[in-house]
């Protein structure tokens, strides 16, 4: 088949539909390897849109190759728990077995190994994607192998199975990975209730949303099913965000894996209350593994009558597809999500309108969190008061927490709200614990004395990220590790979050070669307190929490790298002359600069 | 001297003033001199240091050093350093010390290909070789404005700033005020 | 207009038709808030930041805020004017603004923004980035190393011209930048004219029109005249 004839086979089975882009430039890029300009070309002419809007959104998105990459894309895994496991020195070592730099592509086309955001296997690391399939448990000698492998160009689906394994590490159940149900179980207890009376009970068991933030689902559902929809064929949408990008955080995964009828059937609830006919599964490209037992989770829900028409004999109809993410964190936050699911960059809405009056294709929209949407069907099935008795007054349930870091047992764990650090941090056989990174970078670094501190909405709210460090860890490195992040995330819409995560980058970087002083300290501090209150979403107003809880929390980590109390700048200006060193041949006194300014100025 | 005075003022001590020119054009010092007959104003109340103006080679205990030009080579930063060591106050004067300004154009390339274009390759000029006099200053990497290098205290833009601009900044410092330009006196060409 | 309809701006009573957002209630009272990527003819963009104002204590952009009666907004107070000379910094550090040799100096809304707002220097260390120059079209130059990413180009090729020649992608620092939709990527391969509303709505001085620079001298130009607070009214079309 050539070129063409891929892209025309793909682009038809979308039926030519822009808003289905991100499918588009995917399955197209599995095939080819990478989006040329006269793929680009070719996509935006089948769909009907200008040609630099499609090329907008294949720049936007890091898993998408508007440059050839190597036949071979090896993407190590970044997150500061596979730094701990010892991830640099692996890739290291892959890249000097394959005599490549990080970053570049072998002159033979074979080959490019490079960093990624946390892939979220941070209880099963240091992980990797190799073309964008997960890889666990990376040793010096599977590194060995996997160079080999690559030079004699086996095929990936050939690669060993094992190196594939993602286990679900479930330590803790509780009612909601303990749950006795049955598919269809709880759909058909919400179908009985009728939709007004599953909204009262979703508001009666006071559930709120897991991803983080915590508003009522109840009213969330409420004001979307209030909402009229707009235009000539008025719909309203139910959304799950699986794009579960946040560092440190990996429940939906295990969510997605073994309890994926629940999720599926929470959609199906919410579509039931809301009014909507369909709804979309946003999968983070992380997780393309999961597609295709996803697909053959919904095949059998179809079979069974869990999904279609007439759903268990009722005129509720319902549907739901799968969108791929292709990397890009901010496609968590609820509108940048919808605009991917349009085609476009994740590039957060402004709001008001809010998605429940305007999101997907301009409708109604309920974008909940896998999480959430599970313990949806908790309360179908055993009402709301039920489920109000678990956790706290506040905040009703379980939370699951995704336990990683300086721990003997990393793994999934579902408490009641309410359960403290302490608790925590002794179940899973953690010990000399230092500080906890809460809910990932965006959230808070717990200190020792504060882990007294509960898990809930009115304490320590959490997307599920729990990433404990023992105190031989650097807390400095962990926060520049997080400033990296944020740095690479960034969509670069807003000016404090586009510029402002550069420079904390950059000022981060600087202290940690040593050329640090006082008054980077204060610039980061300065910089906080703009990007909080300026930036246009929540990964810019929370882009510097790490660093200024670490700057509070653990400020002699950053002194003690503070080369003087004086300015100074963030190159070595010895090193500024080397070029011209070479070029001269020289090396005389006066081709150098003296260790310091004092010495300098005596000299 | 408005106000009336009490007994027979003490002779004011003058502010002593040094100023340099890195990588700039000296086209900020003309602005200087465009002050005109202000200059035997400012005269009454600085006395200069280290500058084109005095030739003295090396700054002393200063209160104000004036720094045209930014960083392009090892020497602008020795006699950056100096200053600094030497001012209580360091003033960034135009463009140049600014942002590094018209030599910092030279920042999108790398500097072993300017330097081979010049000396090398380029047909008239490259006969020589690149210098390798020990006398010539190495050029560095790329052109730094010089907060880059050294703390800097004050900063007046323009390419050169106007020389009323120069003289309000002046005579705002010496009065002890925190200067304000108006409109018309700031501007970055 | 309903007598209740109006707002506090810093203490000034500012009257607002509802579904007017706080800066254009503002300027067509001829209140100055800062701003960028803002332009009356177009619905907001919200990226710039710099229109970022207190609105009962809180930080929102007055871009995007809708005007709500007895609201107190703060606007010029040292505190959001600090901020706003910090934007405006990461704008000069981040890009190449070089004013002596840009045709836009004196029309330049970044540049004259700065000079309301006293930005004394980019403070930050400079980036230099790389980015190119485009001199494909005939008539039009696009020199990128001054571009702020306001999309007022992209809108008004969009909502004006009907052409979408331009769009942005890309992501963060170093990827975002204005596409152009052409398969070369050059502004030559497109059906853009010198005549569009996109060729003239370029705030800073990205988007040039050919053989037409430095045609207005020095101390005649839009912001030499009066400080750009001083134009709020003018410069509405």
């Known amino acids: 088949m050539s070129d063409t004839d891929v892209i025309d086979a793909v682009v038809d089975r979308h039926r030519r539909d822009g808003t289905r882009l991100m499918q588009i430039l995917r399955e197209i890029q599995e095939q080819l390897g990478w989006l040329s300009p006269a793929t680009l070309t070719r996509v935006a002419a089948a769909v009907g849109w200008p040609r630099a809007m499609v090329s907008g959104t294949a720049s936007f998105y890091s898993f998408f190759h508007t440059r050839p990459r190597g036949k071979y894309c090896v993407l190590w895994s970044d997150n500061i728990t596979d730094r701990m496991l010892g991830n640099a020195d692996l890739m290291e070592a892959m890249c000097k077995k394959l005599w490549l730099e990080p970053g570049r592509v072998s002159e033979d086309g074979l080959v490019s190994v490079n960093t990624t955001s946390c892939t979220g296997m941070c209880d099963q690391g240091p992980a990797l994607l190799v073309n964008y399939r997960a890889i666990t448990r990376m040793t010096p000698s599977r590194v060995g192998e996997m160079v080999g492998l690559i030079r004699d160009q086996t095929p990936v689906a050939e690669w060993p199975a094992e190196w594939f394994a993602v286990d679900d590490n479930i330590r803790r159940k509780d009612i909601l990975l303990a749950n006795d149900l049955v598919p269809g179980q709880a759909l058909s207890a919400a179908l009985e209730r009728g939709p007004e009376k599953m909204l009262a009970a979703v508001k009666d068991a006071r559930l709120r949303g897991r991803g983080g933030a915590g508003f009522s689902t109840g009213l969330k559902w409420e004001a979307c099913r209030n909402a009229a929809g707009s235009g000539t064929a008025p719909a309203r949408y139910v959304v799950c965000n699986a794009d579960e990008g946040e560092p440190g955080t990996f429940k939906d995964r295990v969510l997605l894996t073994s309890y994926a009828y629940l999720v599926f059937e929470g959609m199906s609830i919410a579509g039931f209350v809301v009014g909507a006919k369909k709804g979309l599964l946003y999968l983070r490209g992380e997780y393309r593994y999961l597609l295709e037992p996803l697909e053959s989770t919904l095949a059998a829900r179809r079979k069974n009558n869990l999904l279609g028409k007439n759903i268990l004999g009722t005129d509720f109809e319902f549907h739901i597809e799968i969108h791929l993410g292709a990397g890009a964190y901010v496609c968590g936050e609820e509108s940048a999500l919808i605009e991917s699911l349009e085609g476009k960059p994740g590039r957060p809405r402004i709001r008001p309108p809010f998605p429940v009056t305007s999101g997907y294709l301009g409708q109604p929209t309920t974008v909940n969190n896998v999480e959430t949407l599970a313990a949806s069907c908790l309360i179908a099935a055993h009402g709301g008061e039920w489920y109000a008795q678990h956790g706290t007054e506040k905040s009703t349930g379980t939370k699951i927490l995704s336990v990683s870091g300086d721990c003997e047992r990393p793994g999934i764990y579902e408490y009641p709200y309410g359960v403290s650090v302490r608790q925590v941090l002794e179940d899973c056989g953690a010990t000399d614990s230092q500080a906890v990174q809460n809910s990932g970078p965006s959230g808070v670094c717990v200190a020792e004395d504060e882990f007294g501190r509960r898990i809930a909405f009115e304490d320590l709210p959490t997307a599920g990220a729990f990433m404990v460090f023992d105190e031989t860890r650097d807390m400095f490195e962990v926060a520049r590790n997080f400033a990296h992040f944020f740095a690479h995330e960034s969509c670069g819409f807003c000016t404090p979050c586009r510029v402002g995560t550069t420079l904390v980058r950059n000022m981060m970087d600087k202290i940690a070669r040593n050329h640090g002083s006082p008054y980077d300290i204060d610039e980061l501090f300065k910089l906080h307190r703009l990007m909080q209150g300026a930036s246009h979403c929540g990964l810019g107003n929370s882009a510097c929490n790490p660093v200024f809880d670490t700057l509070n929390k653990f400020r002699p980590a950053y002194e003690r790298r503070l080369k003087s109390l004086d300015y100074e700048p963030a190159f070595d200006l010895d090193a500024a002359l080397s070029q011209a060193r070479q070029m001269t041949g020289r090396d005389d006194a006066g081709a150098h600069f003296a260790a310091n300014s004092e010495d300098e100025a005596k000299a | ?189 | 207009m309903n007598a209740t309809n109006t707002f506090q701006l810093d203490g000034e009573e500012i009257p607002f038709a509802p579904g007017q957002t706080i800066i254009q209630a503002a300027a067509a009272h001829g209140a100055y808030i800062p701003h960028l990527c803002w332009h009356p003819d177009f619905s907001p963009h919200g990226s710039c930041k710099l229109c970022t104002v207190k609105v009962n204590g809180r930080f929102g952009s007055a871009c995007t805020m809708e005007a709500q009666p007895g609201m107190e907004v703060e606007n010029r107070t040292a505190e959001l004017d600090d901020k706003r000379r910090t934007l405006l910094q990461m704008f000069f550090v981040e890009g190449n603004h070089f004013c002596p040799s840009c045709e836009k100096s004196g029309n330049c809304v970044l540049q004259a923004t700065a000079y309301e707002l006293k930005m004394m220097s980019p403070h930050f260390d400079m980036f230099y980035p790389d980015r190119p120059v485009d001199a494909s079209h005939p008539d039009i130059l696009l020199d990128f190393n001054r571009c702020i990413m306001c999309s007022l180009c992209v809108t008004a090729s969009r909502e004006v011209d009907g052409k979408n020649v331009f769009a942005m992608g890309g992501r963060g620092i170093l990827g975002r930048r204005i596409h152009i939709n052409s398969e070369s990527g050059r502004l030559g391969d497109t059906d853009f004219a010198a005549t569009d509303r996109a060729a003239s709505i370029c705030p800073v001085g990205v988007i040039l029109h050919k053989r037409k620079g430095f045609a207005v001298p020095i101390g005649e130009r839009t912001y030499d005249l009066a400080p750009i607070s001083a134009q709020v009214k003018e410069t509405r079309s």
């Open chain 2, 1 to 189: 001297m408005n106000a009336p005075m009490k007994a027979a003022p003490a002779p004011v001590k003058k502010l002593r003033v040094a100023t340099t020119s890195l990588a700039g054009c000296f086209g900020c010092h003309m602005s200087i001199l465009d002050i005109d007959e202000r200059l035997l104003k400012l005269l009454d109340l600085v006395e200069f240091d280290r500058s084109p103006l005095t030739d003295i080679k090396h700054c002393g205990p200063c209160d104000l050093g004036i720094i045209e030009g930014g960083l392009c080579n090892a020497e602008n930063v020795h006699v950056l350093r100096e200053f600094r060591k030497n001012c209580k106050i360091i003033l960034a004067l135009g463009a140049c010390a600014i942002n590094g300004g018209l030599p910092a154009q030279r920042n999108h390339l790398d500097l072993r290909d300017v330097l081979e274009e010049v000396y090398q390759t380029e047909h008239l000029l490259g006969r020589g070789g690149i210098p390798n006099d020990p006398e010539l200053p190495l050029p560095l990497s790329k052109v730094h404005p010089i907060h880059e290098v050294v703390k800097v205290d004050y900063f007046l833009p323009g390419c050169p700033p106007p020389a009323d601009a120069i003289w309000k900044l002046l005579t705002d410092l010496l009065a002890g005020r925190t200067p304000a330009l108006g409109h018309g006196l700031l501007h970055y060409d």
